[in-house]
Structures are given as C-alpha cells and as structure tokens.
C-alpha cells in the first residue's frame, strides 16, 4: 500500500507554497544557500523531527518522499540549517557562530568547523582534525600577519641582547698564532661577503667550497675560530638562523659570521682589509716558530683527506663507514711512510677487498666495512719491505720531484707501494723544501691546504 504523509503536512505542499519556496531559493541576500531552501516549506519542529528520523537510520529516499523534499539522497545532510553554537562567536560581528549538522557517517576527527553567517570567517577546532587549518578571512589574515610581526620583533629583540656584539672587544691580529691566522684566512677565502661585511653560511656555499677535505674538519675550525673570539655571531643573520628560546641557540650553518679582529687596535677591521694583510704576511714565507703548528696541520689535513677519501668511497658503494676512529689511527701510521696519495690507493684496494668478501662470503656491508683499515694496514706493511722499499734519492728537493716518484710507484700493484725518504716527523728546521714535500701530500685539502702550499712556496724557513 503507498505510503501517505500526514495530514499535517498537506497544507505545505500546495503550489503556492512552492512558490514561495522558489521565490525564496532565489534570494542573492537570504542568507540560505540552495540546500538549505530545500526545507524552508517546513517549520522548525519538523525540521528537528526530520533530522531525527534521519539520524536514527530512516531511510532517506522514504523521508524525502514523506516530507515532499526536492533534494537527491545524498544531499539531504546538506539542506538542514546550521545551529548556533553556544560558545563561539565571531571576534569581528560579535554575533553567534554556526555549525553545520553532522552527518550520521561523521566521524570524529572530521568534524566540520564553525562559521559566520554575516561575514567569512571560520573557526576550524582544534585537535578536532587531522590537519591544521587556519581562517583564511581579510581580518584574520591581518591579525596573523601583525602577530607574526610582533614576534619577530621580539625574537630579534633576544637575539640582540644575547649575541650583542657592543660588549666583545676586537682581538688585536699580532696576537693570534699562525694556526688561527691561517684557518682565518681560509675561511675568509671561502666564505667572505665583502660587500656585506660578514662570513656567509656554509649553507649557502656551493658544494666545492670548503676550507679542509671534510665538511666536518670545516666545522671543527669554524668552532675553534669562535670559541677564540676570532668569529662571532651576527645578530642580524635570518631569524630561522636561531631558536625561538628565551636564550635564543645559533644554527651553526645558517648563521653568519663577523670577524672579531682589529688591524688598529681599536676597530673591527673590514673582510677585504684583512684578507689582504693576512694574505701578505703569510705569503712572506714560514718563520722559525711556526715550525710544530705547521706540521701538526698537515699531519692533521692528511689524516682527514685520507678519512673523508674512505667515506666518499664507501658511500659510492653503499657501504657504510662505522670504523672511522680505527681508520684515522691506521691513515696517521701509514702517513709516516706514504704520501696522501698512496694511502688513498690503499684505501681504494681495501674497499674493492670489502666488496668481493661480501660476494665471496655472503657478510653483511658492515662486517666488510670494518675490516678496510686492517687491510690497509697490512698492505701498507708488504710496500715496506726491503726488497719493495723505494730507492732513496738525495734530489728529492721539490713537490714536482716527489709527484714524478709518486707516479712511477703508483703504476705497481697496491701491494708493493714504496717508502719514501722523508716523513712528518723529520726535523722541521732543515729547509723549506722539506715543508714543500709535506705539502706535496696534500691532495685535496681545500683553501687551508693550498695556503699551506702557497707558503711553503716563497720562502726558506730562517735558521
């Protein structure tokens, strides 16, 4: 039997009462958008009934049926008014604001948001959905955009008083040792913005500008050189470049840097200034008492040209590089008779060595990667024998000599790579060709290295 809407209902179905409707649904300024004209022919009881019935699970073709609705099923939820909220309300009309019906599919965290009838703005809640949205209304955007002013107004405030340069007295240059004046140099070389005045971020350098063979000796030099008071923090690097704390923490690669250096005593000298004095009172030769710093950074350059070779290496081959510490014990040990070039080949060997145990013996990546230093060791050991020793040569003077003997040896196999006649540990004071072969080692080392080499180059160590 077909089924028949209450009597009480009749009356609200005639034509005139459609027309109403249509006449409503077409108001640009009502307020209702087309949906929500869909039930303007019902009362606000019916309309409560109605959701009722719809959120105890009637089936909705039969209530659009009983209650003469011109909507389609799957639109129904969406023709319902919203209800006020009884907590919220618009911060600009000061009036209620609305939230649409839930569906009886909802589910909690897709709860919809509040709204305001007379302008756009909305109020998402929070922890109610799964992604954070903000009102994207004109005031809104402005209050956010004030705020976020004012906050960076104080967090600059912050870092001002915390990394204030005023109170830092500038380091007179006589006074810092050749291995501050040197790595200051480099990194000057690197890093310097002389239109700007300041050491840009080693996030913004390019990927070959470096100061030593590794991004982490370049980090070591950077944080001895500001522990000295030689670089400090500039207050006025990019907010993102610090932390939101009370004491805001420098990113150590997004910060810049100001030399703390004085050429008068009194002033901090400008970048290009004391590049240029830095760079001619190096150039003008090594002094006596630069002897054991020297030394000590090219055995240190060496040593991590030789790690930074290893991991670039092992990288290449997906390896991975967990025995570093071991490695550097083993590169300073075959650094006392192999130039940087013959232990890199070393290496090299050893690696090659780790990739065929791994398809010989079926071992993992790691148990492969840990045993290249003892096979550097080993093969170091077999190119130091009697019969394998490289001839001695009392012409060994120069780095070109040292290059043309390193050629020669490095053609045989990495098993009989040679000796040679000198080594870091020799007497610093018998000539400046004797730095010349130390620097002759260095392959790689960066701006520090060729600084080295570029001294070393004009002029004889004084006796």
């Given amino acids: 039997m077909p089924y028949k ?4 209902l ?3 179905t005639t034509p005139s009462s459609l027309a109403n409707l249509t006449s409503d649904s077409t108001q640009g300024e009502s307020g209702l958008s087309d949906f929500e004209a869909k039930l303007q022919h019902l009362t606000a009881e019916q309309v409560e009934v109605l959701y009722s019935e719809y959120i105890s699970g009637e089936k909705i073709a039969l209530l659009i049926e009983r209650y003469g609705i011109d909507v389609a099923p799957s639109s129904l939820i969406k023709a319902f008014p919203p209800v006020p909220s009884a907590t919220l309300a618009c911060p600009y009309c000061k009036v209620s604001l609305y939230e649409r019906r839930k569906s009886r599919t909802t589910h909690r965290w897709n709860e919809s948001m509040a709204f305001c009838k007379t302008c756009t703005h909305r109020h998402y809640y929070p922890g109610r959905s799964r992604w954070r949205r903000d009102c994207t209304c004109q005031p809104c955007l402005r209050a956010r955009e004030q705020a976020k002013q004012a906050q960076a107004v104080d967090q600059r405030r912050r870092i001002k008083g915390h990394w204030s340069l005023a109170n830092r007295k500038p380091l007179a240059l006589h006074r810092l040792s050749f291995t501050h004046k040197l790595q200051l140099l480099a990194m000057l070389e690197v890093r310097m913005d002389a239109q700007h005045n300041y050491l840009a971020p080693a996030e913004q350098l390019h990927h070959d ?29 990019p907010l993102d470049a610090f932390s939101d704390d009370l004491t805001p923490k420098a990113w150590r690669d997004k910060v810049r840097w100001v030399a703390n250096v004085s050429l008068d005593g009194q002033q901090r000298a400008g970048l290009a200034p004391l590049y240029r004095v830095l760079y001619k009172e190096l150039s003008g030769g090594p002094l006596p008492q630069w002897g054991v710093q020297i030394i000590a950074m090219i055995e240190a350059l060496s040593n991590e040209e030789v790690c930074a070779y290893i ?8 390896l991975p590089f967990e025995a570093r510490k071991k490695a550097a014990e083993i590169a300073t040990q075959l650094l006392q008779d192999h130039p940087v070039r013959h232990v890199c080949s070393l290496a090299n060997s050893a690696i090659r060595g780790a990739l065929s145990y791994i ?18 060791l080993a093969m170091g050991e077999r190119g130091m024998t009697p019969t394998r020793r490289a001839p001695a040569s009392t012409n060994c003077c120069s780095t070109c000599c040292c290059s043309r003997m390193t050629m020669a040896w490095s053609a045989r196999s990495a098993t009989t ?13 018998r000539a400046s060709r004797r730095l010349q072969i130390f620097c002759g080692r260095l392959a790689g080392g960066g701006a520090l290295a060729r600084h080295l080499q570029h001294s070393a180059d004009n002029s004889c160590i004084q006796q």
């Avoid at 991991?311 to 997906?318: N, P």
């Avoid at 398809?359 to 550097?376: C, D, E, F, G, Q």
């Fill in 5 to 8: 809407p209450p009597p009480s």
């Fill in 10 to 12: 009749d009356c609200l």
């Fill in 209 to 237: 500008a470096r100061v030593s063979p590794s991004t982490a000796m370049d980090a070591t030099i950077l944080q001895a050189l500001h522990e000295a008071s030689i670089l400090l923090v500039d207050p006025d690097s």
């Fill in 311 to 318: 991991a670039a290496r092992c990288a290449e081959h997906g």
């Fill in 359 to 376: 398809a010989r013996a079926h071992v993992t990546k790691l148990h492969a990667s840990n045993t290249i230093p003892a096979n550097m």
């Fill in 417 to 429: 790579l040679p000796s040679f006649p000198f080594t870091p540990r020799s007497p610093f004071g």
